[in-house]
């Protein structure tokens, strides 16, 4: 196949032309025949013209060959002119040479012994110069360079020292030289000066031979030395904590790490001294910034307090890498545990300070007239609110995400802290204000004789507190530092019971107070009122002043808490007591008056224990006395004027029926002879001067006894 | 409360004291207060040992009201009282010493001193065996030698603050022999020296309007407690009366009665016009309280196991009175049982409650 088709190749040498042709004729048509002959054509015509072309090319080679040729042989035929001056000036330089070597060759001696002599006086000329040398060396502070000089004079100067002037010049030397020394005791005395120079001074030191402890020792003590300098800047210099912090940074620390570093390098197996000096150098630091932290007074500090802290950590926290071994991490974690502790009790003291001045001022406010008591009531839960709130934004500055030490472990700072700010610090809070709330019950000091109306404010402030504000509070702070009630958090209703419990308290206390001071006109009406010359023809100012003040009472809490201050109609159907047996009779069913009941934050809940407490004077006063005919008939007509004003006040009007009752029958029981007013007449006593019933309080004080 | 006996009376009253001279027998003497002279009666109540029920013998009081009672200190038989009697006009007072004839069921006069205001309080001094005694709106107290008779022997002179102060009640100091007397006057309370007649100390507005009562601390001789018409019962050092050493407010009305205990000082029984009796505690300045402050460095580790100490504050709260409550007094025979009577003339004889009586004797 392939001899074939090699016969019919045109480029193989085996091709068969005869083959070819007849192939083509065999199988082409007559168009293809003319196609193929057109091809074959063009292609001899290319084959042509391809060998023109490189034969052109080749030739212009070869010409260019031969040109470079002929240039070589040129200079050849050059060199070797040259070459042959060059051997022949070689010629001359040998016999030249030849005749100098005979003419030197006696003088060579003397030129020797020249040469030695130059060095002697050379050296010689050094020696007298060292001093200066050394001078210069030690002024230019090349320290190593006077040494090692010096070491190497006074080696060869040694056996020339009967010499008189190389006596001189060794003193001098040895003079600069232990210049030298001192100096670099000093430099060694100065750890502050730099590594460099120190272990450079520790280096030379060693190399002249000074003992290795004793340069330690003298490095350590020095170092301490230092340190402790720094440490008393630092303690008598600083404007605030962060001052202190940001010096103790720039130079104590610092220092510090210094120090360490080099005594590291030069005395590696001697750490544990160093470690010892460092560490009580540290804790002094450590105590310093300590004491500083925790006698910070103002809350309003805390920012720079967390700056500082901030700061002082980084410090440390680098300082151990710096300085291995040399660990005050877990102290100043502990510290900034501490800080924060310190900062929360500040701030609580603030939280209470400005509570005592707000109801310090509500006491002022209430002494100048002022009637907004809930304006007042609001005032001082907002105080307490804002204060809160204040608190809580100051300590979150610890857990900002720019501080480092946020970011430790949660069970190293964050986790305790913020049960901290919590517990510590709101439930504190509110714990405190409860506290304060207990002062004004219990009556300590000034605030014995208070106006009960600061009492009441002070209690519809914190009912306000517990139904809203403190729960408000409480999930705020939980929010902020992400706390989960899973955490032993004191429960929310246990705060808010707790300032109920105070509201309760403190409502109490002023309805108490409130009933007792209007009480004081009864008894001091019913002292009067012994022997009454006639039978009553009024009822006494004083039982309507008492009316009157109730009215005014009632018509201020009513402002305070809301709900209708218009007393309901009086119900007149009630029965008056006409006989002494009524009285006994009346008195078998009467109720047993409860004065611990729960009172509620309602106007009238309010007043009734009010009217509760100045009746129950009134049957005390009553007790006290032992009247006349006249004077139940006084009784009577007073409790029959107070049953009417006072039921429509209070809740529940049964009380007010029975303490009444139980009034007149007291006095029926203080009276040989009682003998009681018809009903009508009562009524009619009561109407007798109407306009003055239910008049504001201008005309009442124009009343009098 | 479980363990409280109750008795009642069909006449209202005011006054009751412990029996003083009898230390076997829990027993009170309670006067009557009925302005109807032959109502009035002095009952002599005491507990049954067997039954554990209150039993009463009453003896007629001839002479009137009783205003004020006192036991006579060591006789168990021999009572005082001022009496008070409005059949004649004016009425007659006086001040009797009485013989009690437990068979005659009635009392027996020993003497009678007639005196023109009716005295409203009676105090028997068993170490001098004095009575003091006085009335509201005279600013005296009279001091009686009751040897044979009633016979005033000193009468004492008290500066009021205010004109219209009055006297509210008196109470001997355990303390001093016998010669210091404590006096309510006012919104204040005085201690009078009476060998020099000098006021020894003066707590000035104790209370808001008047300071009802006060009572002397048996273990401590410089702290009293005031009771006052605002419910409040203060404790006061009078080394430093400027402000109370403690403040407690037992009750919602006037304090009529204040009695610490005469051996637990920390116990302090109140009676109030809202009908209740309260138990407080102020063991943080009481006696033992000082006393565990000396021992505390060497028993620190006990304290931490002790039971339960008492908190200060009340600790029991009497509600069974349905009329105010007048006086109140702890038996001079059981450590642990008190009485208080109110006006409606029941009385009411309780026991500090077990959990209590542990916690005080650290048991």
């Not at chain 1, 052109?56 to 070589?72: D, G, P, Q, S, W």
């Not at chain 1, 300590?290 to 720079?304: E, G, N, Q, R, T």
């Not at chain 1, 407490?613 to 107070?642: A, H, M, N, P, W």
């Not at chain 1, 006040?649 to 009276?671: G, I, P, W, Y």
């Amino acid at each position: 196949m392939s001899s074939f088709s090699s016969v019919l190749d045109v480029t193989k040498p085996d091709f068969d032309v005869e083959a070819y042709v007849v192939k083509l004729l065999r199988e082409k048509s007559l168009d293809g025949l003319v196609k193929e002959e057109e091809e074959m054509v063009s292609a001899v015509r290319r084959l042509d013209s391809d060998v023109h072309q490189i034969v052109y090319e080749n030739y212009n080679k070869f010409l260019t060959a031969t040109n470079t040729v002929r240039k070589i042989q040129d200079e050849f035929t050059q060199l070797d002119s040259e070459m042959k001056s060059l051997s022949q000036s070689m010629t001359t330089i040998s016999t030249l040479i030849g005749n100098l070597d005979g003419v030197l060759g006696e003088k060579r001696d003397d030129i020797l012994q020249l040469g030695s002599s130059y060095k002697v006086v050379n050296s010689l000329k050094h020696i007298f110069d060292l001093p200066h040398v050394l001078q210069s060396e030690f002024d230019e502070r090349n320290y190593g360079e006077v040494l090692r000089m010096f070491k190497l004079a006074e080696e060869s100067l040694e056996q020339y020292k009967d010499v008189p002037t190389v006596q001189t010049v060794l003193q001098k030397s040895k003079k600069i030289y232990d210049m030298t020394e001192n100096q670099l005791m000093d430099q060694l005395r100065n750890p502050a000066s730099g590594a460099e120079l120190v272990s450079e001074a520790v280096d030379l030191l060693l190399t002249i031979g000074r003992d290795e402890d004793e340069v330690q020792q003298v490095l350590l003590r020095c170092s301490e030395q230092s340190l402790r300098e720094d440490l008393k800047e630092l303690s008598t210099n600083h404007s605030d904590v962060l001052d202190l912090v940001d010096k103790a940074s720039e130079s104590f620390i610092p220092n510090l790490t210094l120090i360490a570093t080099t005594h590291d390098r030069l005395f590696e197996e001697k750490r544990d001294e160093l470690l010892a000096v460092l560490q009580t150098e540290m804790n002094s630091l450590h105590a310093l910034v300590s004491k500083v932290f925790l006698s910070s007074m103002d809350a309003k500090d805390c920012s720079i307090v967390v700056r500082a802290l901030d700061r002082y950590f980084r410090k440390i926290s680098t300082c151990r890498h710096v300085i291995p071994g040399l660990d005050f991490l877990p102290l100043t974690i502990e510290l900034i545990n501490e800080v924060s502790k310190h900062e929360i009790d500040l701030s609580l003291l603030r939280i209470k300070e400005e509570l005592k001045n707000s109801l310090n001022e509500v006491r002022k406010a209430l002494i100048n007239e002022e009637k907004d008591l809930s304006g007042l009531a609001s005032k001082i839960e907002q105080v307490f609110v804002h204060q809160v709130k204040t608190a809580l934004a100051n300590l979150l500055l610890f857990t900002a995400s720019d501080v480092t030490f946020a970011n430790l472990p949660p069970d190293e700072f964050r986790q305790s802290f913020a049960l901290n700010a919590h517990e510590r610090l709101l439930v504190q809070a509110f714990h405190r204000f409860a506290e304060l709330a207990d002062e004004y019950e219990s009556g300590a000091g000034e605030t014995r004789f208070i106006d009960p109306r600061v009492l009441l404010v002070f209690s519809v402030a914190l009912q306000h507190l517990s139904n809203k504000s403190a729960v408000y509070l409480l999930n705020l702070c939980r929010e902020q530092f992400s706390l989960t009630p899973e955490e032993g958090l004191t429960d929310i209703s246990v705060v808010t019971l707790e300032v109920k419990l105070r509201a309760q308290k403190l409502v109490r206390c002023y309805a108490e107070k409130t009933g007792l001071s209007m009480g004081e006109t009864l008894v001091k009406g019913c002292t009067m009122l012994v022997q009454p010359a006639a039978t009553p023809s009024a009822i006494r100012a004083s039982v309507r002043r008492l009316v009157e003040e109730m009215n005014i009472c009632d018509s201020e809490l009513a402002l305070l808490l809301g709900g209708d201050s218009k007393p309901k109609e009086a119900r007149v159907s009630r029965r008056p007591i006409t006989t002494a047996l009524d009285a006994a009779r009346d008195s078998l069913w009467c109720e047993r008056i409860d004065f611990h009941l729960q009172i509620h934050f309602n106007r009238a809940s309010i007043i009734t224990v009010i009217v509760k407490v100045v009746l129950k004077i009134f049957i005390e006063s009553i007790r006290l006395q032992t009247y006349s005919k006249f004077g139940v008939e006084q009784v009577q007509v007073d409790c029959y004027y107070l049953q009417r004003c006072l039921a429509a006040l209070v809740s529940d009007e049964v009380v007010v029926n029975s303490m009444v009752d139980q009034a007149l029958s007291s006095a029926l029981k203080r009276c040989q002879d009682p003998v009681l007013v018809h009903p009508s007449r009562l009524a009619q006593l009561c109407e007798a001067p109407p306009a003055s019933a239910n008049r504001p309080s201008s005309q009442a004080s124009s009343l009098g006894y | 409360m479980s363990e409280c006996l109750m008795f009642g009376m069909d006449c209202e009253a005011r006054c009751m004291t412990t029996m003083t001279a009898d230390e076997e027998n829990i027993c009170f003497l309670v006067g009557t207060n009925n302005i109807k002279n032959d109502k009035n009666q002095v009952n002599k109540l005491f507990m049954d040992p067997e039954a554990s029920r209150l039993m009463s013998k009453s003896f007629r009081h001839p002479a009137g009201e009783v205003r004020a009672i006192a036991a006579h200190p060591t006789k168990s038989t021999i009572l005082a009282t001022c009496t008070a009697d409005f059949s004649t006009l004016g009425g007659t007072h006086s001040i009797t010493i009485w013989n009690i004839e437990e068979d005659k069921r009635t009392l027996e006069t020993v003497s009678r001193l007639p005196t023109e205001p009716v005295m409203s309080s009676l105090e028997w001094e068993p170490n001098s065996m004095k009575c003091a005694t006085m009335t509201s709106f005279i600013p005296e107290v009279h001091l009686l030698d009751m040897e044979l008779e009633p016979r005033i022997v000193q009468t004492m002179k008290i500066p009021l603050r205010n004109e219209e102060d009055e006297l509210l009640s008196i109470k001997w100091s355990p303390h001093y022999d016998g010669n210091m007397l404590g006096v309510t006057t006012g919104r204040h309370s005085i201690c009078f020296d009476v060998r020099t007649q000098s006021e020894h100390l003066k707590v000035t507005d104790a209370h808001l309007h008047r300071t009802i009562s006060m009572d002397f601390n048996p273990n401590l001789q410089h702290v009293i407690a005031t009771g006052g018409d605002d419910g409040y019962v203060r404790l006061w050092d009078t080394r430093s009366i400027s402000t109370p050493l403690m403040t407690l407010h037992p009750h919602a009305h006037w304090v009529w009665s204040v009695q610490f205990h005469p051996v637990h000082d920390q116990l302090i029984l109140t009676g109030g016009s809202d009908a209740s009796v309260v138990l407080s505690c102020a063991q943080s300045v009481s006696s033992e309280q000082q006393k565990e402050f000396r021992d505390d460095d060497e028993e620190e580790e006990e304290e931490e196991d002790l039971v339960e100490k008492l908190q200060d504050g009340q600790l029991e709260r009497i509600d069974e009175h349905e009329d105010s409550v007048y006086a109140c007094a702890w038996s001079s025979a059981d450590p642990w049982t008190f009485a208080s009577l109110s006006y409606d003339g029941r009385m009411i004889v309780s026991n500090v409650s077990r959990k209590h009586k542990y916690a005080l004797m650290q048991l």
